[in-house]
């Protein structure tokens, strides 16, 4: 029997997706797979599929015919493509689109776009055209699942993804950290992701208010980058906020286990790298319940609902009020970790979906 060939495509690449592809880079060469990694030069010099065993093809992240056809001869050959996103699915689907033998299209939705308006009208449009071009579609979620289902996939199933843990051991409660951030002797909560709408960070903002009568006065650490950034800072400033905005970080893990508290306001999330992290790490969650929240976390996690800024302001005041109920938070968050399916399973699965389609 031949050598399964497969293209990973990414476009603008989350960090959910560039890391489950590398993950899976990484497992499918393993198992004998040859893999080709579509993706622009700057996710690869994040995530370094290279090192993976991947053959790595520099893709331009801003669309058009020139990428497109650099795609296109990437697919040459291919058994499967694998696009990873909306954008992905877009250029994948264009570059197999003409005559000849159709290559199969796995396609897998990690997250769903943020845009509203007219803009949201385009994103239907595209999901529409992808999901009926892809040959079974992929959703992190149950809702994703249903949301592909009624875009016309013909064959749409869940597929969860379990992003690699962290590589080195962690220290909770670590001093350093703690130290770095200027929380040795007051609470330390920590939110982490881009700084763009949707992401909840106005309404986090508003319960940091209810946050500064408290003694000792937690502070609330935000890791991420993005448009957001100059507004959130004003705010910040102008209303005398707990609150530090450290940008783009590499050793999230360690910033979460120096935390008290993690946050996610989001107002939607699949399987939050975030939320998997605190729980795998014991880290308390506080999180709207949106999306595939409280698939992913059951009841290791205080969820509230989206935009109630005093429902979250109050549960972390709770929280940090009740050392007891944190014990039993960071318990069952390595409870729940447990059940999720491991790195291996998931690339066995996904092995299992290519080996399906090719009648391996």
Request: charge should be neutral.
């Amino acid at each position: 029997m031949t050598q399964l060939r497969t293209v990973q495509v990414l476009g603008g690449g989350s960090a959910g997706s560039s890391a489950h592809v590398r993950s899976l880079a990484s497992g499918l060469v393993a198992r004998g797979v040859r893999v080709t990694v579509c993706a622009p030069p700057e996710l690869d010099e994040v995530y370094d599929f290279t090192s993976a065993g991947a053959h790595v093809v520099p893709v331009p992240q801003c669309g058009g015919p020139a990428s497109v056809a650099v795609l296109r001869n990437a697919c040459i050959g291919a058994d499967i493509v694998h696009a990873h996103g909306l954008d992905a699915s877009v250029r994948a689907t264009l570059a197999l689109s003409g005559g000849g033998p159709r290559t199969p299209l796995v396609t897998t939705w990690h997250t769903r776009s943020r845009l509203a308006g007219a803009r949201a009208g385009v994103v239907r449009l595209l999901e529409r055209r992808t999901v009926r071009a892809a040959t079974v579609v992929l959703g992190t979620s149950s809702d994703l699942v249903d949301r592909a289902r009624r875009r016309g996939a013909r064959d749409a199933r869940l597929a969860p993804v379990t992003v690699p843990a962290a590589r080195a051991p962690v220290c909770l409660h670590d001093g350093k950290a703690r130290a770095e951030l200027g929380a040795v002797e007051r609470p330390l909560l920590v939110a982490v992701g881009a700084l763009e709408p949707g992401r909840g960070y106005g309404m986090l903002l508003t319960a940091a208010r209810a946050w500064r009568d408290l003694d000792p006065q937690p502070l609330l650490v935000i890791a991420g980058e993005g448009p957001e950034r100059p507004a959130l800072q004003r705010r910040i400033a102008t209303e005398g906020l707990p609150v530090r905005l450290i940008g783009r970080r590499d050793d999230v893990a360690e910033l979460l286990a120096a935390a008290d508290v993690a946050v996610l306001p989001s107002r939607w999330e699949a399987r939050s790298l975030l939320a998997q992290e605190a729980l795998r790490l014991g880290v308390p969650l506080v999180a709207t319940a949106v999306g595939g929240v409280p698939e992913l976390v059951g009841d290791a996690a205080e969820l509230v609902p989206y935009g109630d800024a005093d429902a979250l302001a109050s549960t972390v005041r709770g929280l940090l009020d009740d050392a007891d109920r944190r014990l039993d938070l960071a318990a069952a968050g390595r409870v729940q970790a447990g059940t999720w399916p491991t790195e291996d399973e998931t690339i066995a699965h996904v092995l299992s979906v290519y080996d399906e389609l090719t009648g391996r």
